[in-house]
């Protein structure tokens, strides 16, 4: 089992950056994939970015291309999110979660096995 612990969330304007770090322990973390999600009020958690346990490959969602970053530190079991040009509509609770069976790049929540408690995000116009 892996524990996991966001965060560097806050309030940003428009236009603004915010790093977020999630922080792992437990098991080796370089055996796990790792996603970022987030999830608005009414609405449904939704992929963000996830890394493979190597490093060498990221995906995003469409709405975090060319504006977030994926990264991950395999010696500081810690993986993060670079999030540049901020909009109102990223306002969220930011998840990390950690894919036990990495056989690909996964995108849906339920595919993933650990997570953390989130870390508000939120953006004002």
């Known amino acids: 089992q892996v524990q996991l612990v966001e965060s560097g969330g806050g309030l940003v304007q428009a236009g603004g950056s915010l790093r977020l770090s999630c922080a792992a322990s437990?098991?080796?973390?370089?055996?796990?994939?790792m996603g970022w999600f987030r999830q608005a009020p009414g609405k449904e958690r939704e992929f963000v970015a996830v890394?493979?346990?190597?490093?060498?490959?990221?995906s995003y969602a469409d709405s975090a291309k060319g504006r977030f970053t994926i990264s991950r530190d395999n010696a500081k079991n810690t993986v993060y999110l670079q999030m540049n040009s901020l909009k109102p509509e990223d306002t969220a609770v930011y998840y990390c979660?950690?894919?036990?069976?990495?056989?690909?790049?996964?995108?849906?929540?339920?595919?993933?096995?650990?997570w953390g408690q989130g870390t508000q995000v939120t953006v004002s116009s």
């Open positions: 979660a950690a894919d036990r069976a990495p056989l690909y790049l996964k995108k849906a929540a339920y595919e993933y096995d650990y």
């Open positions: 437990g098991r080796t973390f370089s055996n796990y994939a």
């Open positions: 890394i493979s346990r190597s490093g060498g490959s990221t």
